[in-house]
């Protein structure tokens, strides 16, 4: 009876094993063929027109999991430039020029993608 209740046990502690290894390997194929299947896509929004707000929320999408960071081609400021929707306070270079570039990067987690980028134009 104790052959047969170790051998119950051992049964239970490998096949839990077994099922929790392969539930993961599982997991992390459909994980990784998901993010392969979808694309990677970064969108910074749609050109925009800054009226008499002084200022600016961003309008970032993406499908990827990673750093992200806003910058400008111009003078102005971001309050947080590593969060998908940060609000953009424009400089005196911006506003004498009359508009500026924001830019969105992001540097994704992992190996299975690259960094990507995307531009807005916003217009005084």
């Not at 392969?36 to 961003?58: C, E, Q, R």
């Not at 020029?97 to 531009?119: A, E, Y």
């Amino acid at each position: 009876m104790k052959t047969v209740k170790k051998f119950l046990l051992v049964s239970l502690i490998i096949g839990s094993v077994f099922t929790s290894v392969r539930f993961t390997q599982a997991n992390n194929a459909f994980t990784n063929q998901t993010l392969f299947y979808l694309g990677d896509k970064v969108s910074a929004g749609p050109d925009a027109l800054l009226g008499l707000n002084p200022l600016f929320i961003t309008q970032g999408t993406t499908n990827i999991s990673g750093f992200i960071v806003w910058t400008t081609s111009g003078d102005g400021v971001f309050d947080n430039p590593f969060c998908l929707n940060s609000s953009y306070a424009p400089g005196v270079q911006d506003i004498n020029q009359g508009h500026v570039t924001l830019i969105i990067s992001i540097i994704p987690h992992g190996m299975n993608h690259r960094s990507k980028s995307d531009s807005m134009l916003l217009t005084f």
